[in-house]
């Protein structure tokens, strides 16, 4: 069962252009909603996160959009850059009230290419 | 600061045979959590420590088996490894529930 899907597998952008990724997720529960960036031999590394409190979240050219009432989130990216070239995936977590931390459900990964 | 740091990178192991893989978290980090990566896909959640306990644990056989040092470094235990298991292995930290994952490089696991 997946839980988060995310869409779409691969994006072409032309520099300067936006980009844009769309997820949507089943388990209302989910209310931790991140965006991870990948590059090749690296670990995902945190880009920005939204929770469900708010309907928009943007640091730098970075936005992500979210839509509560139909459990789906996005992430745009502003004036892309062919640095921006990378794998990003979309994640959610439920509200952990125990100690420690929370387990996140990733999508399956967006594959960006920003072209001169 | 130090990051996550896993050891080794990269890893060839026969199928039946038992791996150990192992992971510093970020300083000041009390939970550490373990992620498999297959090629092409999102991570999956393996389990969770925290304080030395295992207080998550996702999809995943016995056979996957962890521990977390007083220290807060972990490792990760695989036994009787079958093909399937090949995958880029990661692990990740944090301080508390409103703290951000830093993931480290991950270990590539290759079972042949």
């Known amino acids: 069962q997946q839980q988060v899907k995310q869409s779409p597998q691969s994006l072409i952008v032309q520099k300067g252009g936006i980009s844009i990724i769309n997820c949507a997720y089943e388990?209302?529960?989910?209310?931790?909603f991140p965006w991870y960036q990948q590059f090749p031999g690296k670990g995902p590394a945190l880009l920005i996160a939204?929770?469900?409190?708010?309907s928009e979240k943007k640091e730098g050219r970075f936005t992500i959009s979210f839509n509560k009432s139909a459990k789906q989130f996005s992430l745009h990216i502003m004036d892309s850059q062919p640095g921006d070239s990378a794998t990003y995936f979309c994640?959610?977590?439920?509200?952990?009230?125990?100690?420690?931390?929370?387990?996140?459900?990733f999508g399956k990964g967006t594959k960006l290419s920003v072209i001169p | 600061e130090t990051g996550v740091t896993q050891s080794p990178t990269h890893l060839i192991k026969t199928r039946g045979q038992q791996v150990t893989l192992r992971c510093s978290s970020q300083?000041?980090?009390?939970?550490v959590s373990w992620y498999q990566q297959a090629l092409g896909q999102g991570p999956q959640f393996i389990f969770q420590?925290?304080?030395?306990?295992?207080?998550g644990r996702g999809n995943f056989p016995p056979r996957f088996s962890g521990l977390q040092f007083p220290n807060y470094s972990s490792e990760l235990n695989v036994n009787a490894l079958e093909l399937d298991d090949s995958a880029l292995y990661l692990c990740?930290?944090?301080?508390?529930?409103?703290?951000?994952?830093?993931f480290g490089n991950g270990t590539r696991l290759t079972v042949t």
């Open positions: 300083s000041g980090h009390n939970t």
């Open positions: 939204i929770r469900p409190d708010v």
């Open positions: 990740a930290s944090t301080y508390d529930s409103s703290s951000p994952l830093h």
């Open positions: 420590y925290y304080r030395e306990e295992e207080n």
């Open positions: 388990n209302t529960a989910f209310d931790y």
């Open positions: 994640a959610a977590s439920e509200a952990y009230s125990g100690a420690g931390s929370y387990q996140l459900t």
